[in-house]
């Protein structure tokens, strides 16, 4: 195994520690902008739940990946301090240290805010103390009727194994006492509770009283667990969670058949080692440490938990609930005024470019274009890109369709996008099975690049018209996410396309692009020269500057180059060093949507130039994916996209953090100044 960093990264050359956050612990950073918008009274309350489950679902991925995967390394005593310099051992610490702050956070908004202001607004979740006599029957008749044929309880002892426990999963640690046992004897069950049997449980209308009424699943199972042992005394019943390494690891370059052997990988996945315990903050040490010994994990894995062990279920509510106050007002996308047109889009995208800026407008036109591809006698071909799409993607139909009507479609589908493996695998056999032409990109290489081409004859010979975007080709993350798209027939661009698709279908050599940066080829020396360039410029004088939706840029700084990043998740550049980074300013902003869009700018002494992209400035990104960045060539959408993705967020006063030089974030004050939010600036703007 070739030496590894302590985040996986592999081995480069070693960088001047003090310059650089940890790549972990920015992670964590971004979980806590996340709360800040659970304590935030200004958002509709079942909002604010929500925000409070993903950053119990944020943190689970953590320990399932960058936690999990520290831990391997350290097992194997090959990882290394990355470019931050902190030793691994050390990073583990200050990682349980901080996630240790966070829990206590998120458990204090839901316990002392959330729950108290929910009964308010007429949701309660009760536990048993709270339970009425009419309650109590209904639960007692869930358990026996519902709950009590599907569990299996396994007692703890020398004839029976610790079990595999499943990632995730909700279990009871049970200690109990026979009626008939001699002295204080007590006996240990273990319940799995299978997840056919939902989480959270609302009360009937007539059981519950006023309002919306709901019980955790596990509180219920803990108050009856005297039921699964009629002949014992339970002496105390605590649920537990496991979270297990997920990644899965695989080689392509070993592998025939790389769908098959993830195929094969994805059933362990939920049995990986464990890497974190939850339990009760209630359960004896004894208990939380025979279950921590039998998962071979220490003390420092194991987290206790002032409330439900899983915080993620609690965001059921606010899909269950039709409650409109409590919720950020509804918003219809706006259909792009080209759109509104009834020319056919092949028509109106001959005409002029086209820019499509999700989720304030709306990502229909995507789908239609491919409808029209699909059903038009003159498109003879098909090219497709997908790294998130889902299983019910409407793209799907119209893919089938045109190879039914005898188009020459094919479609890259990256099977690695992690925890969408299934979802890929089984997408890429239906469009196999009716006639799509699927192929995975290239070996070693994710294939990130968003891209959609359709060749169409038409009188003046063939033309070709591509869909670039930065964000994933799927309908419901468009309503969630940032990003922005581009309809396009330029034929620089679109014969660029052309070429990455010919080389993710056939393996070909190095390809020359006129327009498109292309990883792991030339974004990163592009973006590199780009970069230079704002030196030299500063040097001589000029004015300088980059604006850009990621990170990086030292060197840059030093020259004098005013520099601006829109960071949404973990950033390790430290800002704000006296004499290397003061002209750097990191931000983030945390709202309504998931910002996604990638975006970098360049001032090139008054003759800007902008590009969108797939990539962030990453390593993996750069040099390790199949990624493009596209210009933005028409100078009134140029200017329509600086403005709306990078000028919009700067001047954004309330929702934005800024990232000091010591790694942590501060919120924005709008002071004297108007208050001005970026997402809803352009929502108000859109007409949304």
């Known amino acids: 195994m070739s030496e590894v960093t302590a985040d996986g990264a592999s081995k480069a050359e070693p960088a001047a520690t003090g310059l650089f956050l940890n790549r972990e612990l920015a992670a964590l950073e971004f979980n806590f902008r996340v709360l800040a918008m659970a304590h935030d009274r200004g958002v509709p309350l079942l909002e604010r739940v929500r925000y409070l489950s993903i950053v119990a679902s944020n943190l689970d991925e953590f320990f399932e990946v960058r936690v999990a995967m520290l831990q391997y390394y350290l097992a194997c005593g090959q990882a290394l301090p990355g470019p931050d310099g902190i030793p691994p051992a050390e990073l583990a610490r200050r990682i349980r240290a901080r996630v240790l702050e966070l829990i206590a956070d998120a458990y204090a908004v839901w316990r002392d805010e959330l729950q108290p202001e929910l009964a308010a607004s007429q949701v309660h979740f009760s536990t048993r103390q709270q339970w009425s006599p009419a309650q109590r029957r209904w639960l007692e008749g869930y358990v026996e009727d519902s709950a009590l044929p599907m569990l299996s309880p396994l007692e703890m002892d020398a004839a029976h194994r610790f079990p595999r426990i499943l990632s995730k999963t909700l279990n009871i640690a049970i200690v109990m006492r026979a009626a008939d046992a001699p002295g204080d004897a007590t006996r240990t069950m273990l319940l799995g509770v299978p997840r056919s049997l939902p989480r959270l449980l609302r009360l009937p209308d007539e059981i519950g009283g006023p309002g919306d009424h709901f019980v955790l699943l596990a509180e219920v199972l803990c108050a009856y667990a005297g039921r699964l042992c009629p002949d014992a005394v339970v002496l105390g019943a605590w649920p537990f969670r496991v979270t297990r390494n997920s990644e899965l690891l695989v080689d392509e370059g070993e592998v025939e058949n790389l769908a098959q052997a993830l195929k094969q990988e994805l059933p362990a996945r939920g049995y990986g080692h464990a890497a974190r315990l939850e339990i009760g903050i209630d359960c004896p040490d004894d208990v939380a440490t025979m279950l921590a010994a039998n998962l071979q994990l220490d003390a420092g894995n194991v987290y206790r938990c002032d409330g439900p062990v899983n915080l993620v279920r609690i965001g059921q509510i606010h899909a269950w609930l039709d409650r409109p106050e409590l919720k950020f007002a509804p918003f219809t996308p706006r259909l792009p005024e080209p759109m509104r047109s009834r020319k056919s889009l092949f028509e109106q995208i001959a005409q002029h470019d086209i820019l499509l800026h999700h989720p304030y407008e709306s990502f229909n036109p995507v789908i239609d274009l491919l409808r029209q591809a699909a059903l038009d006698p003159d ?19 119209p893919l089938v369709d045109a190879a039914r009507h005898g188009k020459d479609v094919t479609v890259v589908i990256e099977l ?19 006639g799509v032409q699927v192929v995975h990109g290239v070996v070693g290489f994710k294939t990130h690049a968003k891209m959609l081409l359709i060749i169409r004859r038409e009188r003046s010979g063939l033309r070709r018209y591509v869909h670039l975007s930065t964000g994933n080709y799927h ?21 660029d396309v052309h070429k990455v698709f010919q080389q993710l279908s056939g393996l070909g050599p190095i390809i020359r692009l006129k327009r498109l940066l292309h990883s792991p080829f030339t974004l990163y020396p592009g973006v590199i020269e780009r970069i230079e360039r704002e030196t030299a410029n500063a040097h001589a004088g000029r004015p300088a500057r980059i604006m850009a939706r990621l990170n990086a840029l030292n060197e840059a700084s030093q020259a004098g ?15 704000g060093l006296h004499g290397i980074s003061e002209r750097i300013r990191v931000r983030s902003i945390v709202g309504r949507f998931l910002e996604h869009s990638r975006v970098y700018w360049f001032a090139n002494d008054g003759n800007p130039e902008l590009f969108c992209a797939s990539a962030d400035w990453m390593e993996r990104n750069l040099l390790r994916r199949i990624e493009i960045a596209f210009p933005i060539s028409d100078p009134a959408l140029a200017a329509r996209t600086f403005e709306e993705t990078l000028a919009n967020a700067l001047a954004d006063n309330t929702q934005a953090w800024l990232l000091d030089s010591q790694g942590r974030y501060t919120r924005a004050q709008p002071g004297q100044a108007t208050p001005y939010s970026a997402q809803q600036g352009l929502l108000r703007r859109f007409g949304a």
């Open 379 to 397: 498109v003879l071909g098909i090219k497709q890109t997908l790294y998130r799409a889902g299983e019910e993607t409407p793209l799907l139909e």
């Open 416 to 434: 690695r996008a992690r925890f969408d493996e299934a979802a890929n695998i089984h997408l890429a056999a239906r469009l196999h099975e009716n």
């Open 475 to 495: 309908q419901l993350n468009s309503r969630m996410y940032t990003d922005i798209g581009l309809m396009t027939a330029d034929p620089e661009i679109t014969e």
């Open 561 to 575: 180059v005013e520099i601006d990043l829109v960071v949404r998740g973990a950033c390790t550049l430290r800002p």
